[in-house]
C-alpha cells in the first residue's frame, strides 16, 4: 500500500515526496486506525486524507467549516481528474439531492459537507447508502468549547460514525491546545487513535513584537527593508483600503482584500498577489485560508488579533518555503487595552442575543416552527440600521447564536450559477419539438456542456452563453427560468452575497434553548485566551517561538534564536562577552600572567564555563596563545 500511496502522490499530485508525519498518517488510514493529526499551518493536511483515499475503494467523507476552503479543494480535485462534490448552507435542495446521489451512484471520491448539514434527514439517508473507505474532520478545534471557534454542529459527526462503524476517523488542525486535543479525541470517540503532533517551531520563521505609535510608518521600514511578498493584517475593512493606498503613495505596490467585496475583485487581487503583480496584500483575516504561496517573506499585523491560536496561524502563512520570514506584530498599549475590551464584550448579554434572534426572523418573516437549513443574503449593516442595533454588539451575538448552533453566517460568499437537465433525453426532445423556439438554446447547452448536465449541477456563466445566443444577459436568465418552471432546468442562481442559516425551526425569542453555562464559560475562555495574546507580547525573556510551542503544550526549552528575544539576548551576550576579554586583555598586558589553574586568584576572573568559553574563542581569534606549561599570553 505504501508503494501505491506514493503513485497517487506523484501522479495526482505531482510530489516527489511526503513531508514530515504525512506518510505516517497516510499509513495509519490505510490501515484503517483512528488518528488524530496536528500539523501546524502549511503543513500538508490534505494529502493526509486525499492519498489514503484515493487508494481505497468508496468515498472519503471530508467535514468541514470553511465553504470557501471546500470549493478551493474540491476545484483543485477535478483539475487533477478526480470527482469530488460539496455541500453547504446556502445551496438549494434539487442542487443537493443530485450530489447525494453521485456519491452513492456515482464514481466519486470525496465529498466536503459543512457541518450543520449532517443532522439532515436528506443527508443521514443518503449517507447511510454511500461506500464510505474515511470520515475525515477539518479544523477539528472546532468540536471543543475550549478552543476558539466552537461549532456545536461539530458534535453531530460521532453520530453519523454509527452507520459506518469500522470506518476510519482522522482529526486533523494546525492548532489545539492539550486539552482541545484531548477533547477532540473524546467527543469524536477516536478508539485507540494514533495521534501525530508535528512540532509547533518553525526554524526559519523569526517572530517579533514591536511597540510603535506610529505602526504604519514602522511596516513600511519593514517592508523596505526585507525584499519579498507580503501580507499585513488589520481588523477593520476600511483600514485594508487606507493602508494599501498609503503603501501604493510611498511606491510600494500593494492592494487590499476583505469578505466586503465582490468575488470576481476578491479572485483579481488574490491573483495579481500571487502572481508578483502586486507585492503586498493588506487585508482582514477573511484572507489566507487555503492560499497556496509558499514564498511570503513577512506578515505583518497592525492589528492583535484575538488569541495566539489565530496568531500563530496567521504568522505561518510566512515562509512556507521553508526560507527565512519574518512574523512580525506591531502595537501599543491602546491595543492592549482595546483587545482587552473587545474580550469582554464578546459574549453579549442573553436578552440581547434574544433580541437579535427575534429581530432576525422578523426581518426574513419566518413564522414559529418554520425556517429550518432555509438561507438568505445578509447585510449585517442594513439589518442593525433597521433595527438601531450596535454594529459590533450584533456581530458578536450572532457569533454567539452560531456557536449555539443556532445560525450559520457566512461573511465571504460565492457560488457561482449551476445548471442541470431535470428530465431524460428523450423528454427533452420532445419539448425541443413542442416548444421550437426554445430548440436553439438547448442545443446550446448540449453543445457547450454535453451529457454531463444531464448528471449533475454544472457551473455556467450567463453573459457567456448570452453572448453566443445574441441576447441580453438579462433575455437568456428569463429563458433559463422560464425552463426551470418548466421542470426542464434546475437552474440555481449566482450567489455573491453574504449568507445566513437557519440551523433549526425558528424558536419564540423568549424560549430560545441557549446554554446560559456554556456561553458564560466561553466568555471567560474568550478572556483568557486575550489575557494570553497579551502575555505573548510583553514577555520579552522567553524565546517567542518556545512561548507558542509552550502555550500548545509542546514542552520546549529550546531557543529559535531568531526572534526578536533571542537576538536582544545575543547581543547582550555579545556585550558580555566583549567586556570579559577586554578584562583578559588588559590583565595580561599588567603582566598578570594566569593559568586555567590560577585564573580564581585573578581580581574579575572565574574558573567557570562561561570564561573557559571566551578564553578558547580568543585563542581561535589569535588574541592570546597558550604555552606548554598552561600558561596564557597576549599575542603580538
Not at 517579533?208 to 477593520?236: H, Q
Not at 474568550?526 to 500548545?552: H, L, P, V, W
Request: proline content about 3%; overall charge neutral; aromatic content about 10%.
Amino acid at each position: 500500500m505504501k508503494a501505491q500511496a506514493y503513485d497517487i502522490l506523484q501522479k495526482v499530485f505531482g510530489y516527489s515526496d511526503f513531508r514530515p508525519s504525512q506518510l505516517d498518517i497516510v499509513m495509519s488510514v490505510l490501515e484503517r486506525k483512528d488518528c488524530m493529526a496536528l500539523l501546524p499551518t502549511g503543513g500538508g493536511k490534505s494529502i493526509c486524507f486525499q492519498v489514503p483515499a484515493l487508494v481505497m475503494d468508496g468515498i472519503c467523507v471530508v467535514v468541514s467549516p470553511l465553504i470557501a476552503l471546500m470549493k478551493d479543494q474540491v476545484d483543485n480535485l477535478r483539475r487533477r481528474g478526480v470527482l469530488a462534490a460539496a455541500i453547504y448552507s446556502g445551496m438549494g435542495k434539487r442542487e443537493i439531492d443530485t450530489v447525494l446521489d453521485n456519491c452513492i451512484y456515482g464514481n466519486y471520491k470525496f465529498l466536503y459537507v459543512s457541518p450543520e448539514r449532517l443532522k439532515t434527514d436528506l443527508f443521514i439517508e443518503r449517507f447511510k447508502k454511500m461506500n464510505v473507505n474515511l470520515i475525515a474532520v477539518d479544523e477539528a478545534h472546532c468540536i471543543s468549547q475550549w478552543g476558539y471557534d466552537f461549532r456545536p454542529p461539530y458534535l453531530e459527526i460521532v453520530n453519523i460514525r454509527e452507520f459506518h462503524p469500522d470506518v476510519p476517523c482522522l482529526a486533523l488542525t494546525a492548532s489545539a491546545t492539550l486539552k482541545v486535543k484531548d477533547d477532540i479525541i473524546e467527543r469524536l470517540q477516536l478508539k485507540n487513535p494514533s495521534v501525530y503532533v508535528r512540532s509547533f517551531s518553525r526554524k526559519n520563521l523569526s517572530y517579533t513584537v514591536r511597540f510603535a505609535e506610529n505602526k504604519l510608518e514602522r511596516a513600511i521600514e519593514i517592508i523596505k527593508k526585507v525584499p519579498g511578498t507580503s501580507i499585513i493584517y488589520v481588523r477593520n475593512r476600511k483600514g485594508t483600503k487606507d493602508i494599501a493606498h498609503s503603501l501604493n503613495q510611498v511606491g510600494i505596490a500593494a492592494t487590499f482584500y476583505h469578505a466586503g467585496l465582490d468575488n470576481p475583485t476578491r479572485e483579481n487581487r488574490q491573483a495579481e498577489w500571487k502572481s508578483g503583480t502586486v507585492r503586498v496584500m493588506v487585508a482582514t483575516n477573511a484572507f489566507g485560508m487555503g492560499i497556496d504561496k509558499p514564498d511570503v517573506r513577512t506578515v505583518i499585523h497592525l492589528d492583535l488579533p484575538e488569541n495566539l491560536e489565530n496568531y500563530y496561524q496567521e504568522a505561518g502563512r510566512a515562509g512556507r518555503d521553508e526560507l527565512k520570514a519574518y512574523a512580525v506584530l506591531l502595537t501599543n498599549e491602546q491595543d492592549i487595552n482595546t483587545l482587552k475590551e473587545r474580550a469582554a464584550l464578546s459574549y453579549p448579554p442573553i436578552d440581547f442575543l434574544k433580541k437579535v434572534y427575534q429581530c432576525l426572523a422578523n426581518y426574513y418573516r419566518i413564522a414559529v416552527g418554520s425556517g429550518f437549513m432555509v438561507s438568505f443574503e445578509f447585510n449585517i449593516s442594513e439589518f442593525t440600521e433597521t433595527y438601531s442595533l450596535d454594529l459590533l454588539t450584533t456581530y458578536n451575538a450572532l457569533k454567539v447564536l452560531k456557536e449555539e448552533g443556532l445560525l450559520e453566517m457566512n461573511e465571504s460568499f460565492f457560488a457561482p450559477s449551476s445548471l442541470k437537465f431535470e428530465v431524460n433525453q428523450s423528454k427533452l426532445y420532445e419539448f425541443q419539438i413542442a416548444n421550437a423556439k426554445l430548440d436553439p438554446f438547448i442545443k446550446l447547452l448540449l453543445r457547450t456542456y454535453g451529457g454531463e448536465l444531464f448528471m449533475e449541477f454544472l457551473k455556467i456563466q450567463e453573459i457567456k452563453l448570452a453572448k453566443a445566443m445574441n441576447i441580453s444577459q438579462s433575455e437568456l436568465i428569463r429563458i433559463l427560468e422560464h425552463l426551470d418552471n418548466h421542470g426542464i432546468v434546475a437552474y440555481a442562481k449566482r450567489k455573491d452575497k453574504p449568507q445566513i442559516t437557519f440551523l433549526t425551526e425558528r424558536y419564540d425569542a423568549g424560549r430560545l434553548p441557549l446554554n446560559t453555562k456554556r456561553i458564560e464559560e466561553r466568555r471567560k475562555n474568550a478572556i483568557s485566551k486575550a489575557a494570553s495574546m497579551i502575555a505573548y507580547i510583553k514577555e520579552d525573556g522567553q524565546c517567542r517561538a518556545t512561548q507558542i510551542s509552550n502555550y500548545f503544550g509542546e514542552e520546549s526549552e529550546a531557543e529559535c534564536g531568531i526572534c526578536d528575544v533571542c537576538i536582544e539576548k545575543k547581543k547582550a551576550l555579545g556585550q558580555r562577552d566583549e567586556k570579559l576579554k577586554q578584562r583578559i586583555i588588559q590583565t595580561l598586558k599588567e603582566g598578570l600572567l594566569f593559568s586555567i589553574q590560577s585564573i580564581q586568584e585573578v581580581p574579575g576572573l572565574k574558573n567557570d564555563k562561561y570564561t573557559l568559553r571566551v578564553l578558547r574563542e580568543m585563542e581561535e581569534e589569535g588574541l592570546i596563545f597558550c604555552e606548554p606549561e598552561g600558561i596564557y599570553k597576549l599575542n603580538n
